[in-house]
């Protein structure tokens, strides 16, 4: 009998199991030539938001098995050694979408609750089932009042299984959730949002200038009394949402990932509210954000506050907008004044972040967001970088690159310690890749690749990609990465808006795009990052082995079935399962 093949099965290729340990070598190798000197404490970091990793409930969670496996995933194709998170403050909806910075500063959003790990099986299929939405962010499954995962927090609060370490955590938090309690209670009591809409009493109850100590103690009793089952089940979830984030944290630690907080520069409404005199009355930083008085005690007091609370939480900081620390803009009725604080307020970050984490910690973990406009904030006194600039490690994308800025190469060039910058392609508020004649000749350059070819969507991207690898300090955003989507802020379709999310076949759809010569081939990044510095010439061996792996990766895999033994196979299955069904019913008749 003629045995039939079927060849027409296409698995994209995966690194086998005798493979991973060489690829990796062969990764952190490649890396290390292309840095060169001063190779030891690189920095790889994924940027990704933690409502974008895969998951069944419609938001990601850090600590859920998917995510984590991703992490492992991205650990070992990659080589990431460090993942920066975006806000993970409470979320609301806004028009049709969930702006993720535009949470609150000081405390966790319902999204940061590991649901499996608390939720009995039934109820964690109950949130799965209720995702309705496959293809993007399902935020109003998760963080609204009345989702479905917020049902089933309060079955897990009812239940009492957590009492003895609830109990624990409200009295070692309380000085600093109270006020947000307090906040949420008195939205409900005088049905609004916006404090400045409240009466008198509420809307100035932590000014003591108007309000006193007294009628604040009986104001408070009464709040607790009208809504303590709502207060106390704030408490509770945010006592979830930190046991969550604490193991997320050490099981990334475990993986050899360091984890990075993203520390908003603005503050929510409850924070304004509970601190009346930290803020400058009636004026903005921008965005409308209101302005920390930071020459006072009180303003000063709240960001030692909001510093410790991200020290705490995380390995690293990224300081959200950092240049407004050091060049305050001020609008108040429309006019624009600037103060200039120099490193005044950065050494006051830096002092609070060693009281939390010892005298010995490393500030390059602590990121400064400079990137700005000229008007708003310029790095350079003459050519040199300003003091206060020059030694804090300084985040920026290649979206402006051009031949004399933007590129690792140039900002070497510029005299930047290789330890003092971090580079990528992209990040989050980055619109899409799309080749120019000024980048493509840039990168040209750069990269010895012929500009003809860079007109290319996807080898320009390629090129993009590869360029931030010779940076001791890079950074890649997981879209790019995935090659997912092109645009993570899309105001034109609010649906959606921050709502990328990586789908669970998310490995699938990788390979399949390295196969279109799309999304990021670590291995084709340092293959041109090799030739451009001649290095295929002085490391051959290792060169060879980059090239190897790189098509590897990019390989379009088909496997050869024998049709034959497999119809025996199923065959076989088939009257075994007929003669279990007729044994069964024999004996019932019996």
Known sequence: ?????????????????????????????????????????????????????????????LNS???????????????INE???????????????????SGTSMDLGNHVIDIQKYANKEDFEEIVRKNNLKDRVNFANVVENNSAQENVLKRVYKSGKYNKEFEAFKKNNVQRLEPKALYRALRKINGSYNYNNWNDLDKNLFN?????????????????????????????????????????????????????????????????????????????????????????IDGQKLLKEKTRFYAERFDGVRI?????YVNQPNIKNGIYNKKFYEDKILNLIDEEVKKVKGNSF??????????????????????????????????????????????????????????????????????????????????????????DKLKNQNEFVKAKLAEPVSAKYSMIYFADALDIDKQFQRNNDRTLNYATQIPLDYQDKYFASLENEK?????????????????DKEEPELYKKIVKYKNILKQNEKRKFKLIPVLSMLAGATILIYAFIKFHKNKAHK
């Open 1 to 61: 009998m003629k045995i039939h093949n079927v060849s027409n099965v296409n698995f994209q290729r995966r690194l086998k199991s005798n493979e991973k340990a060489e690829y990796s070598s062969v990764l952190k190798q490649g890396r290390e030539k292309c840095i060169g000197n001063n190779y030891n404490g690189n920095k790889f970091i994924l940027i990704v938001p933690a409502t974008s990793l895969p998951n069944k409930t419609g938001v990601g969670n």
């Open 65 to 79: 098995k998917e995510s984590l496996e991703f992490f492992d995933f991205a650990k070992l194709y990659w080589g």
């Open 83 to 101: 993942t920066q998170i975006l806000p993970i403050g409470q979320y609301h909806s806004h028009r049709g979408e969930y702006p993720i910075y």
């Open 208 to 296: 003591r200038d108007i309000v006193s100590e007294k009628e604040f103690e009986t104001r408070v009793k009464e709040i607790k009394a009208l809504k303590s089952k709502e207060i106390d089940f704030y408490y509770f979830k945010q006592f979830l949402a930190e046991d969550s984030l604490k193991n997320a944290r050490e099981n990334l630690n475990k993986k050899g990932l360091k984890l990075n907080g993203d520390m908003l520069c603005g503050f929510s409404y409850d924070e304004v509210w509970a601190n009346p005199k930290a803020f400058l009355p009636e004026t903005s930083i921008g965005w409308n954000l209101p302005a920390l008085d930071l020459d006072s």
């Open 320 to 324: 959200d907008a950092s240049w407004t």
């Open 362 to 451: 490393d500030t390059k973990s602590i990121m400064h967001e400079f990137a700005a406009s000229k008007d708003d904030f310029d790095i350079y006194d003459g050519y040199s970088l300003k003091p206060y600039v020059k030694d804090r490690v300084k985040i920026y994308t290649s979206e402006h690159l051009n031949e004399n800025w933007g590129t690792n190469q140039n900002f070497l060039e510029r005299g930047w310690a290789n330890d003092s910058f971090i580079i990528g392609a992209r990040n989050h508020d980055s619109k899409e890749i799309r080749p120019s004649e000024e980048q493509i000749n840039a990168l040209s350059k750069i990269l010895k690749i012929p500009s």
């Open 519 to 535: 999304g990021f081939n670590p291995m084709d990044a340092l293959e041109k990052s090799f030739k451009a510095k001649g290095l």
